[in-house]
Antibody, heavy 122, light 110 residues
Framework: QVQLQESGPGLVKPSQTLSLTCSVS??????????WNWIRQNPGKGLEWIGYIYYSGSTYYNPSIKSRVSMSVDTSKNQFSLMLSSATAADTAVYYC??????????????WGQGTLVTVSS | QSVLTQPPSVSGAPGQRVTISCTGSSSDIGAGYDVHWYQQLPGTAPTLLIYGHTNRPSGVPDRFSGSTSGTSASLAITGLQAEDEADYYC??????????FGGGTKLTVL
């Protein structure tokens, strides 16, 4: 059973970089044709996809926040990471990591982490 | 504002059938992109409920079914149970080949 676990600071100051790591267990991040995603959910709101990274390091980001997003993968540690620069209060959200597989080219997210709340505040 | 439009809320009594719509456009669902559905129980992470329009992952009861026609998709839940009370999200792709979600629908079991 694949499991994902987010980790990182729960509090980030405005204008700083929000950094999170997702640790994957129960399966290799470089095994199989999977995409490793970040999704966030503002308090009381809906889901927003941030982007994905493939085990090879190739990435695809949501155009709406692409200029501030960077993702990386460490296959030796079976982890992938999110960095969101110039954080503002609008970035306060529960951040989820999730595994994605494609069906007819469209990613479906079959395993999710429990989520971690990140608050952007001074 | 979400690319995919869902009703904010739906409700039904135990045992009834409810449907949740997900309306898109010719740039997303209408372009032929598959639709997936997620269930988010209160205080938990979303879980995959339906993928590829109609397929259920292992463990999902057959009370849940999905369909797609034209620029819209629907999730149907039959034999409504109290444990089905949750938020439901549809998901597909847009013209940028980005993952897009519906705004979510809160299901209340009366």
């Amino acid at each position: 059973q694949v499991q994902l676990q987010e980790s990182g600071p729960g509090l980030v100051k405005p204008s700083q970089t929000l950094s999170l790591t997702c640790s994957v267990s129960g399966g290799s991040i470089s095994g199989g044709d999977y995409y490793w995603n970040w999704i966030r959910q503002n308090p009381g709101k809906g889901l927003e996809w941030i982007g994905y990274i493939y085990y090879s390091g190739s990435t695809y980001y949501n155009p709406s926040i692409k200029s501030r997003v960077s993702m990386s993968v460490d296959t030796s540690k079976n982890q992938f990471s999110l960095m969101l620069s110039s954080a503002t209060a609008a970035d306060t959200a529960v951040y989820y990591c999730a595994r994605g597989f494609t069906i007819r080219g469209v990613i479906a997210l079959d395993y999710w982490g429990q989520g971690t709340l990140v608050t952007v505040s001074s | 504002q979400s690319v995919l439009t869902q009703p904010p809320s739906v409700s039904g009594a135990p045992g009834q059938r409810v449907t949740i719509s997900c309306t898109g456009s010719s740039s997303d669902i209408g372009a032929g992109y598959d639709v997936h559905w997620y269930q988010q129980l209160p205080g938990t992470a979303p879980t995959l409920l339906i993928y590829g329009h109609t397929n259920r992952p292992s463990g999902v009861p057959d009370r849940f079914s999905g369909s797609t026609s034209g620029t819209s998709a629907s999730l149907a839940i039959t034999g409504l149970q109290a444990e089905d009370e949750a938020d439901y999200y549809c998901q597909s792709y847009d013209s940028n080949l980005s993952v897009v979600f519906g705004g979510g629908t809160k299901l209340t079991v009366l």
